[in-house]
């Protein structure tokens, strides 16, 4: 088993019509935040049923299909390391988290950190020290800082939420889109489990968040009550 013949198997199923509209989907053009990316031209549910298929895959072959030029290999082999990380003892499951972060440069697009974070960086960090997510939120690369705040899901579905308070405060004044529908995303799910501890943060903060975070942190609120933190979080003229 190795990573030819998972490139192999994707190739089978590779659709052109689907990979031009997903160079469009993925912002792929100069100046866009997927520049360069290219792709097969493969559905989500298919590439998870060759990942399975080869789930066995070791981690060094695997570092070959994450190197990948095609966005669908680099996924494919993610989707590899979370399904090998469900079923890892502490030593192997030290050995995965350890490889994701050699390799994270590769984790370049934003479903191949919302695919992968939560389930490898926070599966790890459960019960181990988390100031690692707050280097990331701290970098100049933006795939780095989504990572950041996207690893918290994990500890939110835990109902533990002050990785993802705090990690968010670091990313308030971030200027990228991703970024802000992220935090925005995150804080929404706080929410859904204790939304006295998303009002209290979006009382502190709410006037420093740009529009589209705090949209997306209200969006299941109220008519009355979305109105109401739109209006209290105004920026001063």
Excluded at 78 to 100: C, H, P, R, W
Excluded at 188 to 193: P, S, T
Excluded at 199 to 222: C, D, S, V, W
Aim: charged share 30%.
């Amino acid at each position: 088993m190795d990573s030819e013949e998972v490139q192999e198997a994707l190739r089978e199923i590779a659709d052109p019509a689907i990979a031009k509209h997903s160079q469009h989907f993925f912002k792929t053009n100069p100046g866009e935040y997927g520049e360069g990316d290219q792709f097969l031209g493969i559905r989500v549910p298919e590439t998870r049923k060759v990942a399975k298929q080869f789930s066995k895959l070791s981690l060094k072959e695997t570092k070959k299909l994450l190197q990948s030029l095609y966005h669908e290999e680099r996924l494919c082999a993610l989707i590899i390391l979370v399904n090998k990380m469900k079923k890892a003892d502490s030593e192997t499951g030290q050995q995965i988290y350890q490889f994701y972060l050699d390799n994270i440069d590769q984790v370049n697009n934003w479903d191949l950190v919302d695919t992968s974070a939560e389930h490898i960086i926070g599966h790890y960090l459960e019960d181990k020290d988390r100031n690692i997510l707050y280097e990331l939120a701290e970098s100049k690369n933006l795939w780095k800082r989504r990572i950041a705040i996207m690893t918290t899901f994990y500890f939110i579905k835990n109902n533990n939420f002050a990785d993802t308070l705090g990690v968010s405060q670091l990313l308030l004044n971030d200027d990228h889109d991703l970024i802000h529908k992220a935090v925005g995303w995150m804080l929404r799910e706080v929410g859904k489990r204790n939304i006295k501890a998303e009002e209290k943060f979006l009382n502190q903060h709410g006037k420093k968040m740009p529009r589209t975070m705090l949209r997306y942190a209200i969006e299941k609120f109220t008519k009355a009550k979305r109105k109401y933190y739109l209006y209290k979080t105004k920026p001063d003229r």
